[in-house]
């Protein structure tokens, strides 16, 4: 099984930025889609951004413009960058990956990491 691994997440201040990092690891795998969503305290798993393995991107309407999601394929990596954050955006973000392994393909998820924004 492949496993996500983020980082990058913490505490910030609104109008500041963070950079997410997800990495893949296994054997003898590769990735298609690969994006973030968060959840934040009672509410819904909900998509941030996703790009594909090509490069086209698509973001939630809340981010359109803040943020910024990219990849380096040879490194099974994937990338979000906050900037102008905002209170609402405080959620534990999850990695998200399309994995195409052994004849398979499969979600993999990352365990999740923290954003905090104070006002």
């Known amino acids: 099984q492949v496993q996500l691994v983020e980082s990058g997440g913490g505490l910030v201040q609104s109008g500041g930025s963070l950079r997410l990092s997800c990495a893949a690891s296994?054997?003898?795998?590769?990735?298609?889609?690969m994006g973030w969503y968060r959840q934040a305290p009672g509410k819904q798993r909900e998509l941030v951004a996703r790009i594909s393995r090509g490069g086209s991107t698509e973001y939630a309407g809340s981010v359109k413009g803040r943020f910024t999601i990219s990849r380096d394929n040879a490194k099974n990596t994937v990338y979000l960058q906050m900037s102008s954050l905002k209170p609402e955006d405080t959620a534990i973000y999850y990695c998200n990956a399309g994995v195409v392994q052994n004849l398979g393909v499969y979600d993999a998820w990352g365990q999740g990491t923290q954003v905090t924004v104070s006002s």
């Open positions: 296994g054997s003898t795998f590769s990735t298609n889609a």
